[in-house]
């Protein structure tokens, strides 16, 4: 390859920032396949100084930093920390594998370089992915696919992980077409892109839908999220409209969701404490109604445990005269006379919001996101809500980036999927489309259908092939939806085995790194070429 100047390394950069964006933006997400290409290129023209080492990763950094702002800039809408902490974080995993990989590409075999640029790169996206509080799996690769559904139906057996393998392993094969020009590395490109697609169309060719099914309705109140957007609307007590809303759900309906949180926007309900949810019974029948007597209301809650005189958890806070507390964000079940039967606490925080990192620090971020903030409880189980034999996993908004998590709800007995979220406060951008349709692809890991209740923007339903069913509610749009949705038993190979090849890839990776020190040593020692 020839020598780029630094311009063409400049638009190279810009390159692979557009092609690694187009799937967080609405696209296909199949420009991942080549994304990282010009990266390579930039690699394959720089020494193995330390000088070029250096600019190396400068150009690395800058990518993926470019990348994070194109992608997750509108998350500075809640909090003006958000997209920086995750663009820094997030661009340092990446870095790793990059550096890593043009490090060892030039002073070791080639196969090795790609070897560990391949499988470091997933390892630290499963890191990232695994970690309780510094955590925004946003951008991994595997994502990106989420506007391309009808090309990784395999997701049922990899998860998005896979998906990151495709991507990696077909910008390798690609740059080898430019590197050495052969037919070997043609043939075996075309291979790494196609035969996915082909397993994938013939996975959603062959695929038979479930005869068992349950009706379920999803509310969209479009209420403001913050209490002074509330007041400028004049909706600072939206009972009623929930009320009218809820008047709308065919009496045939098995569930019916509202959104995370909702209870949350009643002022006469704030924080519940669970052992007092039945002073509350009063409202929540005014809700239910009397016209839905074997329907089950989800509804989305702040609820509180109290500890007394002992920090029972180390997210515990303390008030004096109350005692020690955790606050959760919950999903309560509520039956037609008003009792909560089930709770469920959400077990995945959104950082800087729920889940508070240095919290002595970052208490002054805290920003309310319909009706919690700070440090909440973690919940510990996977609880399965029932109503006439259908179960049904009730799932809260972040949960929809973590597909190991959400596949927890399929193995304890989920036949089908319920989703409730608050979008509202990012704002008409994309970040509450890209949440729906990373729903998309935890129903095809899962095979699960999904139903999915936001405050404002997109309410609706998917199958468990991806495929987004019926009607949607979009942003600031208010109303009911009711779909007939599949119930499934069976668990996929995902549900069993969750993100088994980011722990493969784990394990090769120290495997190459342990084979590359032993490589340097003989070949200082000359005893390799």
């Known amino acids: 390859m020839r020598q780029h100047s630094t311009l063409h390394k400049l638009l190279l950069v810009l390159l692979s920032v557009a092609l690694l964006s187009i799937g967080w933006l609405g696209g296909t997400g199949l420009t991942l396949l080549v994304g ?77 370089a790609y070897t560990l640029l391949v499988t470091i790169w997933i390892a630290t996206e499963w890191a990232y992915n695994s970690a309780d509080v510094m955590t925004f799996p946003w951008l991994l690769l595997g994502h990106g696919f989420s506007g391309a559904t009808w090309a990784v139906q395999w997701y049922e057996y990899t998860g998005i992980f896979g998906g990151s393998l495709w991507a990696l392993t ?84 098995t569930f019916v969701l509202m959104p995370e949180s909702a209870l949350a926007y009643l002022p006469k309900m704030g924080s519940i404490e669970e052992r007092h949810l039945a002073a509350y019974t009063p409202l929540l029948k005014s809700l239910q109604g009397d016209s839905h007597p074997t329907t089950k209301l989800i509804a989305g809650a702040s609820t509180i445990i109290r500890y007394g005189d002992v920090k029972a958890t180390d997210t515990a806070h303390h008030y004096e005269g109350y005692g020690w507390y955790d606050q959760y964000n919950s999903a309560l079940l509520i039956n037609s006379e008003g009792e909560t039967e089930d709770i469920y606490h959400k077990g995945k925080l959104v950082i800087g919001v729920e889940a508070v990192p240095l919290k002595s620090i970052f208490d002054t971020f805290e920003v309310d996101l319909g009706g919690v903030s700070g440090q909440l409880g973690w919940g510990k189980e996977h609880t399965i809500f029932t109503n006439n034999g259908v179960k049904i996993g009730p799932s809260i908004c972040y949960e929809g980036l973590y597909g190991g998590y959400f596949a927890g709800f399929a193995r304890e007995g989920a036949e089908v999927m319920a989703l409730i979220s608050n979008d509202g406060w990012w704002g008409n951008t994309p970040g509450h489309r890209r949440l729906f349709d990373f729903c998309r692809l ?88």
Request: charged share 20%; glycine share 4%.
């Open 36 to 112: 990282l290409v010009p990266l390579l290129i930039i690699s394959e023209n720089l020494s193995d100084s330390t000088r070029d080492f250096w600019r190396m990763c400068g150009w690395g950094a800058l990518t993926f930093l470019l990348w994070s702002a194109a992608t997750i800039w509108w998350v500075w809408i809640a909090t003006p920390l958000g997209p920086i902490a995750a663009g820094i974080v997030g661009s340092f995993y990446n870095l790793c594998a990059l550096m890593v990989y043009h490090y060892t590409s030039k002073r070791a075999p080639r196969a090795l």
């Open 170 to 253: 077909a910008n390798v094969a690609i740059f080898e077409i430019l590197r050495t020009h052969t037919t070997t590395a043609k043939v075996r490109a075309a291979m790494i892109v196609l035969l996915p697609i082909v397993l994938s169309l013939t996975l959603l060719w062959c695929y038979t839908p479930s005869l068992r099914t349950a009706e379920i309705s999803v509310i969209q109140p479009n209420v403001p999220c913050y209490e002074d957007e509330r007041l400028t609307a004049g909706k600072f007590d939206p009972t009623a409209d929930v009320q009218e809303l809820m008047a709308q759900v065919p009496e045939s309906s």
């Open 442 to 529: 935890r129903a095809i890991e899962t095979r699960r259908a999904i139903a999915r209740s936001a405050n404002t923007g997109i309410s609706g339903f998917i199958t468990p092939t991806g495929k987004s069913l019926g009607e949607r509610l979009e942003w600031d749009e208010e109303g009911v939806l009711t779909q007939s949705l599949e119930l499934r038993s069976e668990r996929s190979i995902y549900t069993l085995y969750g993100d088994w090849i980011a722990r493969c890839a784990t394990l090769i990776a120290v495997l190459s790194l342990m084979y590359y020190t032993a490589y340097r040593t003989r070949k200082r020692n000359n005893l390799v070429d």
